[in-house]
């Protein structure tokens, strides 16, 4: 009878996913759990990552500690900055001053969202985010979220950060060989053996070796070594719902050492796509997101070179395909795909590394100590990062298909219902006669909340029913508003610039918690 116990996981494929995951592995299932498991991550001496997913969510600050890292010596090594959310400019209707934002602060509790949204409809000089949050302000005001005597991984207000993934891949790499005592092997994969009931056997090597373990995890990216080439997963397309499926990027140094870094993540919409904007502490990332449906390479070029100006003539251009979807499923016998081998959205909400997170928390939640497990595992992975993939797409396709915009047919498509999920229409029509509720939202596998939700139904403007309001609720949210402005003015007064801070935790460092 052959030995049952899970003794040994091998992560395929070196990228942020790869590293992610494998660290998380061994920060959780064997220094915090004391489980006797070896984890080897193997990857290509040849291959690269895409590199242009530089943002991230507030989850990766919980990741990095776990890992045991220096927020430090990660903003150091890295080129990261701090980001408190995204700026959705030319969304709504494409008019002057069409703006919005999705800040990383939750709403400040104001009362009932009925109450709010009849003071919005009759008070045009606040917008949804301003009347309940302050971090719109603080990212107008360029400033950072927190000060240099706040502890790592502290903050006033929540962030996330933006990065170099290719320098954090190199950074986080290090760091899991040398302090989690992963097993590094640079080797090429050039098949699998077939095992019990078409499970992994082993992986046959370039060198004519084999990587034999229990359970396999395939960070591979697009190439899907393990879940497309052994189990043949078939690929979910949503391209039908999510029309972007090419970008162009550029990385654009600033034109002054010392010019302002944005705290948050710009995101402007063209007439077939979107553009992002984002601040690292010696460049900014740039590209533009479009449909090759409805846009041209050489256009969506033009519009980019149209957005960043004469500066691009000097830059290097580089072009992405994509196919945007998922796996039908995620995890097949003794394997799970987690990365771009799960699946791809475009990066408008920054969900390709938080997908990674939490998929590696699950995996070192949940992996079984025998093998004859996996089967229930497997169920249950599969059942909730469906539902996940689904939901997120869902979210990103609100962010285009309430759009007031009916300048191209990119525009005008999007707000076809057949374009739009069912589930999201049947949401939309109910939101249409009265508030969106919490209640609307109490699955645990939710990646975005119900605040997320309102911050981008209100910031683009979708109405929903209200019903009268009382004299005194209205009273009581004015005085409420008039608390946050002054903290608003208080707070703006005490934090530093996004760039200075950056500039003293080079130098200084930050204070360990």
């Not at 992963?182 to 077939?194: A, E, L």
Request: one cysteine or more.
């Amino acid at each position: 009878m052959t030995n049952d116990n899970l003794k040994h996981v091998v992560v395929v494929g070196g990228g942020t996913a790869g590293w992610i995951t494998a660290g998380v592995l061994a920060a959780k299932c064997v220094k915090e759990q004391g489980r006797d498991l070896k984890i080897t991550l193997i990857e290509s001496a040849a291959l690269g990552t895409i590199g242009v997913g530089e943002g991230t969510w507030p989850s990766l600050r919980t990741t990095l500690q776990t890992l045991g890292i220096s927020e430090t010596e990660f903003i150091r090594q890295c080129d990261a900055t701090f980001k408190q959310g995204a700026c959705f400019k030319q969304w709504v209707d494409n008019s002057a001053g069409d703006a919005y934002y999705h800040p990383l602060m939750l709403p400040s509790n104001f009362g009932p969202l009925n109450t709010i949204i009849r003071k919005l409809n009759n008070d045009h000089d606040f917008s949804y985010s301003t009347m309940l949050c302050n971090q719109e302000a603080v990212c107008e005001h360029g400033l950072a979220p927190k000060t240099i005597t706040t502890p790592e991984y502290q903050g006033i207000l929540n962030y996330a950060y933006h990065l170099d993934t290719n320098k954090f891949s190199v950074f986080i790499k290090a760091h899991c060989i040398s302090q989690l005592n992963i097993n590094h092997v640079v080797n090429d994969i050039v098949g699998t053996t077939m095992g019990e009931d078409g499970a992994i056997g082993s992986l046959r090597l370039a060198d004519g070796t084999e990587l034999v373990a229990d359970f396999y995890i395939d960070c591979s990216g697009f190439a899907g070594l393990l879940i497309d080439k052994h189990f043949n997963v078939p690929f979910l397309d949503k391209s039908a719902i999510l029309f972007c499926d090419r970008a162009v990027a550029v990385q654009c140094p600033y034109v002054e050492a010392d010019a302002a870094i944005a705290s948050h993540t710009i995101s402007t919409a063209t007439g077939s796509g979107w553009i992002w904007d984002i601040g690292l502490q010696k460049r900014r990332g740039v590209g533009h997101v479009y449909s090759s449906r409805y846009m041209s390479e050489s256009d969506a070029e033009r519009d980019l070179r149209t957005y960043i100006g004469k500066q691009m003539d000097q830059l290097d251009v580089r072009h992405i395909k994509y196919k945007t979807g998922h796996r039908e499923k995620f995890w097949a016998k003794n394997c799970v795909a987690v990365g771009l081998a799960a699946g791809f959205v475009e990066p408008l909400e920054a969900s390709s590394i938080l997908l990674a997170e939490i998929s590696a928390y699950w995996i070192a939640e949940k992996l079984p100590h025998q093998k004859r497990d996996f089967a229930r595992c497997e169920k249950q992975f599969n059942d909730t990062f469906r539902y996940r993939w689904d939901t997120i797409i869902e979210f990103l396709k609100l962010h285009y298909c309430i759009s007031k915009r009916t300048d191209t047919d990119f525009w005008r498509d999007n707000t076809h219902p057949d374009s739009i999920p069912d589930v999201l229409l049947e949401k939309l029509a109910l939101w249409r006669r009265q508030c969106p509720s919490v209640v609307d939202f109490l699955n645990r596998a939710d990646v975005f909340p119900f605040e997320s939700y309102c911050y981008i139904l209100y910031g683009m403007k979708f109405n929903t029913a209200t019903y009268p309001v009382g004299d005194a609720h209205l009273n009581m949210l004015e005085k409420k508003i008039h608390n946050q402005q002054r903290n608003m003015a208080t707070l703006i007064n005490s934090l530093p610039e996004n760039r200075s801070l950056i500039d003293k935790i080079r130098e200084y460092g930050l204070q360990k918690i």
